[in-house]
């Protein structure tokens, strides 16, 4: 077991695998970002480069049963919860061996066998589906939990408000994750919400609401299992707000002119990966030699699914209409 202050579900190994996982969803995100710029992929994208550990953290106390709900900046939240990047690189490309045969793109990726109820392309919209997930597992007695992930902006929308009322009134398996990362799109969290904390909204539910470091993996970690702790004992909801930061824009046509060059520099110092390499460095789990070789091994991934998603066949005439309901 780790000698570290973390879940006793969590070993010292499944610390190194998540170092490992954190690099993977850090590649991914970088390499989509490359192939944007290039055209080589179309639509749009929302990256979460430097929030890596709060997906990572939380799911990593998930089991498959557990479920998800994600945002349209969740390819960190369905690598977390066990999508392949080959499956997700492909969705991306627009081709049938996408998740969603490729016809959902970034902000669509679902992978049900694994517990990802799907991304949401709308703000806040994946919070009702949270509580139905839950209120699911209630109603049927079946002992999984639900984690909604969204941002600091849908906090402000009514689905938000609406949602996290009926789950306490209920008392439902649920945990609300926000994920803060100062900016819903270009406005400043300090400019749109009049409190210090997003988590203090959790009092006018009745529910838990507790701040962390959502660039400190351990501490989303402790969080969460205390979170998963009270969901499965029957006593509902908690609010986690996870304060962290994107180190790109709100989508791939942001020039992010609304913040300084110093507050990225600021933030980046306080890089999710470094932390935990030099964590785990500290505590003899692994060296500098093991921490370049895992990072090594999460580009090879990376490298192999774009091979994968290039080699994949692009949709027919006649696949235009199949699993489309309306």
């Known amino acids: 077991m780790s000698k570290l202050n973390v879940p006793k579900k969590i070993t010292n190994e499944k610390l190194v695998d998540l170092y490992k996982q954190m690099w993977t969803i850090r590649f991914f995100e970088e390499k989509v970002d490359q192939f944007f710029a290039k055209g080589k992929i179309h639509g749009t994208t929302h990256l979460a480069v430097g929030q890596e550990a709060s997906a990572a953290g939380v799911c990593a106390l998930l089991d498959k ?12 939240h369905c690598i977390a919860k066990g999508a392949t990047p080959d499956k997700m690189m492909a969705e991306l490309f627009g081709r049938t061996t ?34 139905g ?11 999984y939990v639900t984690v909604c992930f969204f941002g600091d902006g849908a906090t402000n ?9 009926l789950a306490s009134v209920w008392n439902l398996p649920v945990i609300f ?23 203090t909204r ?41 304060k962290t930061y994107r180190w790109k824009g709100h989508s791939k046509s942001d020039a992010k002119k609304y913040r300084t060059r110093d507050e990225e520099n600021d ?14 460095i500290h505590e003899s789990i692994i060296t ?9 091994e999460a580009l090879k991934e990376i490298e192999d699914a774009v091979a994968f998603a290039e080699e994949g066949p692009m949709p027919t005439k006649d696949d235009l209409l199949t699993d489309v309901f309306a």
């Not at 110092?269 to 030099?278: Q, T, V």
Request: proline content about 3%; overall charge negative.
């Open 157 to 165: 929308e009514g689905s938000f408000h609406e949602a996290v009322n």
């Open 65 to 76: 049963e557990d479920k998800i709900t994600s945002t349209h900046r969740g390819h960190g």
């Open 267 to 280: 933030w980046k110092e306080k890089d999710p990966i470094k932390r935990l390499k030099e964590l785990l």
């Open 177 to 199: 994750v926000c994920e803060n990362n100062q900016y819903g799109m270009s406005g400043a969290v300090k400019e749109m919400v009049n409190i210090e904390d997003i988590a």
């Open 98 to 131: 996408g998740y969603c045969k490729g016809k959902g793109g970034s902000m669509h990726i679902a992978d049900v066998d694994m517990g990802n109820l799907g991304a949401n392309g709308i703000v806040g919209g994946g919070i009702p589906l949270a509580v």
């Open 202 to 242: 959790a009092k006018s539910y009745g529910i838990p609401g507790v701040v962390a470091d959502g660039n400190d993996i351990i501490e989303m970690m402790n969080v969460t299992n205390e979170a998963m702790e009270r969901a499965k004992n029957g006593e509902g909801p908690t609010l986690i707000e996870a």
């Open 133 to 143: 997930s839950a209120l699911t597992a209630h109603m049927k007695k079946l002992n």
């Open 288 to 296: 500098e030699e093991q921490a370049e070789s895992l990072r090594k």
